[in-house]
């Protein structure tokens, strides 16, 4: 099977922000995994497919407002109508408060804030991409 792989990349805002210190709750990463899964389903079967459920999911590192994370996701293993995922969230770049309003760092390593792994659904009448 060629690897399948999808990756958004996106500014967390102020509204992301859910606790003090501006910092966003680490649903918003597994919310972003959806997405990334989505996309996945799109170009493996011609459809959004379900999310089934997650086996695993990793908070390593705290992500605030004002970083850019890029979520990754690779299909792993394909059965009948499932989708086996991994998924990796990365801080590429940081906000910079202490030197200024608009000062922002690109980090010369991401930091991986979270891992995640699930199996997604399509059913077999809604699959469109022959295999």
């Known amino acids: 099977m060629e690897e399948m792989k999808s990756l958004l990349r996106l500014r967390m805002s102020a509204k992301d922000a859910h606790y003090g210190g501006n910092l966003v709750d680490g649903a918003h990463m597994v919310h972003l995994f959806g997405d990334v899964a989505t996309e996945l389903l799109i170009k493996c079967d011609g459809d959004e497919g379900l999310f089934c459920a997650y086996d ?76």
Do not use: W
């Not at 908070?59 to 998924?87: C, H, Q, W």
């Open 56 to 131: 695993n999911v990793e908070f390593l590192a705290p992500v605030y407002a004002g970083d850019y994370i890029e979520a990754e996701g690779t299909i792993t293993k394909i059965g009948n109508t499932s989708r086996k995922m991994t998924f990796e969230a990365r801080k590429v770049i940081i906000s910079r408060p202490d030197i200024n309003d608009s000062a922002a760092d690109v980090l010369a390593e991401p930091v991986v804030v979270c891992r995640a792994s699930g199996t997604c659904v399509v059913p077999k009448d809604k699959q469109r991409i022959a295999r």
